[in-house]
């Protein structure tokens, strides 16, 4: 029996003796130990209209390893004091808190309470170290908050709404030198698939047409004829890059094995890719085998610059509970694009109908480079001609 339970019992008892003593002060003595728990289950239901909890980090998009200051205010707008409030949360078990009185691991959670005494009308406020260690979403949307019971032995859990996300980027693996050269077209000539407008150098203003990006109006010969006018600039040859990302199962039944390992290794390696492509303000497309939104695969237009960075980090972030589709269906389908662009595919497994694939693009006039992650360090292999069935090895 609780305490509850208890007082109900005792107040059950002074009222049967009130009513046949007819004595007015065991009617007020026992209507009190009715009064008390109704009081404090209406305390409990209404205490989030008055006490609030406020989250800001200092930084929601980090790299492994980057630690985030936490900034968590407890306001309490009630007339009554909250002494020896605990406030518990979890997160993921590879971040690492500092700056909390009792942290656990427990469950594959990271269990972090809190203590803050509140006085009637006043904050509090604690500062929280947190380091995530792993890529992902680490996400936040309650916090229970353990306050001083009316019972003493009966802690009264109480559900703070809060939002925070934090998405923690795929750390990039160390690349072997890639030369650009080997992508550029033959005899550098400008092609319709290749051609881009090089900003360094204007030739010309032509008239606006809808769809032209904002900064390239030209104001001062908008100002002179009256009607905006845009930049033209003069065509260069950019390599555009197809990069695959072969993406295995995370557990394949008929060899017992678990592949989180080597699919971890193949994201930070297109993690480097990126950030490999944003420095050198190179275009590329992106290819995963993993199914997405009802597709077989995962497709990602050509695209440069930092939003294109951004959306490829984003998206490697977020990649988690995927189901992955075979390969060769997506080389077959780059076989038949007429643009001849190099393909650079990172995978962690070359079998024989990956060499078939790699052997059929060739003979249909592409470029193929191949990542391979199987290892700590990946090593690059460039195929030339269909000819040859294994890659030459030209850096490592």
């Not at 604690?126 to 380091?131: N, S, V, W």
Request: proline share 7%; hydrophobic share 40%; aromatic share 8%.
């Amino acid at each position: 029996m609780n305490t509850k339970q208890t007082f109900h019992v005792i107040g059950f008892l002074l009222l049967l003796f009130a009513l046949f003593s007819g004595s007015w002060f065991l009617w007020l003595f026992g209507g009190l130990f009715f009064f008390m728990p109704a009081a404090h289950s209406w305390w409990i239901a209404n205490m989030s209209r008055w006490v609030k909890l406020e989250w800001i980090a200092d930084q929601t998009r980090v790299m492994p390893g980057t630690p985030v200051q936490v900034t968590v205010r407890l306001h309490n707008r009630s007339w009554l004091p909250l002494p020896a409030t605990w406030l518990r949360l979890t997160l993921p078990d590879h971040v690492t808190v500092e700056g909390a009185d009792e942290v656990r691991v427990s469950n594959q959670r990271t269990v972090v309470r809190l203590r803050m005494d509140l006085p009637m009308r006043h904050s509090a406020k604690r500062i929280l170290i947190l380091t995530p260690h792993k890529r992902g979403v680490v996400w936040l949307t309650e916090v229970q908050s353990e306050t001083l019971p009316l019972f003493a032995d009966e802690m009264s859990a109480i559900p703070l709404r809060v939002s925070f996300t934090m998405l923690v980027y795929p750390l990039p693996l160390p690349l072997p030198s890639i030369s650009i050269e080997d992508t550029e077209p033959d005899g550098s000539r400008l092609s319709r698939q290749r051609q881009q407008d090089d900003v360094t150098f204007q030739r010309g203003v032509r008239p606006y047409i809808p769809g032209d990006r904002f900064k390239h109006i030209n104001w001062k010969a908008t100002a002179k004829t009256g009607s905006l006018a845009t930049r033209v600039f003069e065509h260069t040859a950019r390599p555009d890059w197809r990069i695959v990302g072969h993406i295995l199962p995370s557990y394949e039944p008929l060899q017992q094995r678990h592949n989180d390992t080597v699919n971890e290794r193949t994201i930070s390696c297109l993690a480097a890719l990126s950030v490999f492509c944003r420095k050198r303000s190179l275009g590329y497309e992106l290819y995963l085998s993993v199914k997405q939104r009802g597709c077989d695969h995962y497709h990602l237009p050509a695209g440069s610059g930092k939003s294109h960075h951004l959306h490829v980090m984003t998206q490697l972030a977020q990649m988690h509970h995927y189901v992955t589709t075979p390969l060769p269906p997506i080389l077959r389908r780059l076989e038949e694009n007429p643009s001849k662009e190099t393909i650079l595919l990172i995978t962690p497994r070359l079998d024989e109908a990956m060499e078939q694939a790699i052997d059929r693009l060739l003979r249909r006039g592409h470029k193929v480079a191949v990542l391979d992650v199987s290892d700590d360090q990946a090593v690059l292999r460039r195929y030339e001609s269909s000819r040859a069935p294994i890659g030459r090895l030209i850096a490592r």
